[in-house]
């Protein structure tokens, strides 16, 4: 199973270049207020008033409390200056925090017509937090996989770039042709994954075909059977974020959220099938094919949980709003889970067609005694 | 007939055209983690002590997993102790990240969904959205732990006597195939799902500062983060089970 072999060596040095690049990043986000046009705050000081018992329509017990907050001001006009804050907070936090001291926050700061400064506050400011755990997880990463490692961070930021442009394409055209840019932005999505994971090979070509493959069965499977039930039991209304019309952006999520997923399972079934075919080159298109389902159908299981444990799981704070809410467990399946429920199944077909897929492909273009 | 019932039926007899028996055991395993998620959720509404409810269910999850996913007794034991090791050492990290990102409940975006509802709820978000990060990181983690110990135990059936030291590199050879794979697999199934919010947060204009500090944006980065670290913890943790293993049992022989 052997794939491409590294050029060469990320060395220590280049890790521990990394990490300390990483702590003074780090320490950077703490006082980069000055890059920031909105204003952002430091608490200095939290004072607490008293606790004021709330019950709802649903017998749920919950508190209300006010907080008043010192903050200094890092950036912009008011640089330097004092100002307090009000923040109402509760006990579950659904959609508000209790601030603590040292936090960083944004501000919008108003002048009322006695000169005295009035601000509210907007959002935490999150970017230490996620700038540390992202060097973590890089660092983690060049040091375990080293050379390996680098290839899979590339892989990804170049996607997280293709990405954000087919959205900015989207936008530009009203999102009338979103089906379109992001069913074409699949092909390049596995196309350019692909490329960096096996570089330009036989290997890679046939991966791609497979993933194609896979990507559009489980995708033609979707689109009839939707027309064929009427969509019944969906409710595309109750998707979250919408700003365009949200069926084909369904369809859309549903192409990428599987195509991840496609890829991993060809890749592996076509490189042990290569594998295979150079330790015992006199192996049958049969025996190739079934010893491709053989591979493949041992990792389909674990990667439909993947994809399925991460869409069932990303629904759980609005599921326990609804239940807290009185509404029933169907009520808050069909409301929550369901579209998430769809786009696993339509993933897990996906897996699975590429299965055969890939297992023909290989075999197919693995010719009997070839010893390539 | 409802959609969602004609797409599990078709997954169901794709499932077992293909993989026969594993076939229907892999989707077995489908069905029981949907009703461990469920219930998880259920009883979180219910009240029931968040955190460890989850914990609960997240082992139950890849017990069912991992020994649904696979035959092998070494394989599947390898994979399920090095798992929860992972999962212990990923909840660790999970528990003080999310209470300094503070990243739970709902973002100024959900203002519409929200309309007409409570949330004085009494139920403490923070904890839910501790337990949806360790839930979705458990896929990708039981999945990577099963391919390294399927991998070394397919290296030990051919070299049955190999040293234990050379295990650990086998076994970082072998994360090196399938991390990379991985990763996108990660990629595509966190992003691709919030194609809306990214086309959302374009439409509006948000700046770059707004979008990087965002709280749903955040919380999104932080469990697909969060499941890159399980996966690459998962390699070493998982090689290091399986040289226990090995070397116990040698040391049985001898003695």
């Known amino acids: 199973m052997s794939k491409v072999q590294p050029r060469y060596q990320v060395s220590w040095f280049t890790i521990l270049f990394v990490i300390v690049i ?164 699949a092909f390049g999505f596995a196309g350019l994954t692909l490329f960096l994971v096996l570089g330009k090979t036989k290997q890679m070509v046939v991966t791609f075909g497979a993933t194609i493959l896979g990507t559009l069965g489980s995708v033609l499977v979707t689109l009839i059977v939707l027309n064929l039930t009427h969509d019944q039991g969906l409710h595309f209304e109750t998707m979250e974020y919408v700003t365009q019309s949200p069926k084909p952006v369904f369809i859309a999520e549903t192409i990428l959220g599987s195509l991840g997923a496609v890829m991993d399972e060809s890749t592996d079934i076509i490189s042990s099938l290569f594998a295979v075919h150079r330790e015992t080159p006199d192996l049958t298109h049969r025996q190739l094919f079934l010893s491709g389902r053989e591979i493949g159908k041992s990792i389909m299981g674990p990667l439909i949980n993947v994809l399925f444990l991460i869409f069932m799981a990303d629904t759980f704070a609005m599921m326990v709003l609804y239940l807290r809410n009185g509404d029933s467990w169907g009520y808050a399946f069909t409301m929550n889970m369901s579209l998430g429920m769809v786009q696993s199944l339509v993933s897990g077909i996906g897996i699975v067609l590429a299965i055969p897929a890939a297992s023909w492909f290989a075999s197919s273009l693995l010719k009997r005694g070839d010893r390539a | 007939m409802s959609t969602i019932s004609v797409l599990v039926l078709i997954l169901f007899v794709a499932m077992v055209l293909v993989g026969g028996l594993q076939g229907l055991k892999s989707f077995l395993s489908l069905v029981i983690n949907f009703a461990l998620i469920f219930m998880t959720v259920v009883l979180i509404g219910l009240n029931f002590p968040i955190l460890g409810i989850t914990l609960l269910n997240a082992v139950i999850i890849l017990a069912v997993t991992i020994y649904l996913g696979d035959d092998d007794p070494l394989t599947t034991e390898t994979a399920f102790y090095g798992s929860v090791l992972v999962m212990v050492l990923v909840v660790l990290l999970i528990i003080p990240m999310e209470h300094w990102a503070v990243v739970q409940g709902f973002g100024n975006e959900n203002t519409e969904d929200l309309e007409g509802m409570s949330l004085l709820v009494g139920i403490k978000f923070l904890d839910v959205s501790i337990a949806t990060t360790i839930l979705s990181s458990l896929g990708a983690i039981a999945e990577a732990a099963i391919a390294i110990s399927a991998g070394l135990g397919e290296i030990l059936s051919q070299n049955p006597e190999i040293p234990v030291t050379r295990l650990f590199k086998d076994g970082m050879s072998v994360g090196r195939q399938i991390i990379g794979t991985t990763f996108n697999t990660l990629f595509f199934g966190f992003f691709g799902g919030f194609l809306g919010l990214f086309i959302w947060f374009e439409r509006l204009n948000y700046t770059w500062g707004e979008f990087v500090n965002n709280k749903i944006f955040v919380s999104e980065l932080l469990m697909i983060l969060i499941s890159f670290i399980g996966v690459i913890l998962t390699i070493p943790v998982t090689t290091w089970v399986m040289e226990l293993k090995v070397q116990r049992k040698r040391a049985k022989k001898i003695g």
């Open chain 1, 22 to 185: 990483g702590g003074l990043l780090c320490f950077a986000t703490q006082h980069n207020a000055a890059l920031y046009k909105a204003p952002v705050g430091q608490i200095i000081k939290v004072t607490n008033e008293k606790r004021i018992k709330q019950v709802d329509n649903f017998h749920n017990h919950d508190y209300s409390q006010k907080q008043i907050l010192k903050v200094r001001v890092l950036n912009g006009q008011y640089r330097n200056k004092t100002l307090n804050v009000q923040n109402t907070f509760s006990a579950s936090n659904a959609m508000d925090q209790a601030y603590r001291k040292n936090q960083q926050i944004f501000l919008a700061v108003q002048k009322k017509s006695d000169h005295k400064l009035q601000a509210t506050i907007t959002d935490l400011k999150r970017d230490t937090s996620i700038v540390f755990l992202s060097l973590l997880a890089i660092s983690l990463l060049l040091l375990t996989m080293k050379f390996s490692g680098f290839m899979a961070l590339l892989s990804v930021l170049l996607n997280g770039v293709l990405f954000f442009l087919a959205i900015k394409l989207d936008v530009l055209l009203q999102g009338t042709n979103v089906l379109e840019i992001f069913g074409v932005l």
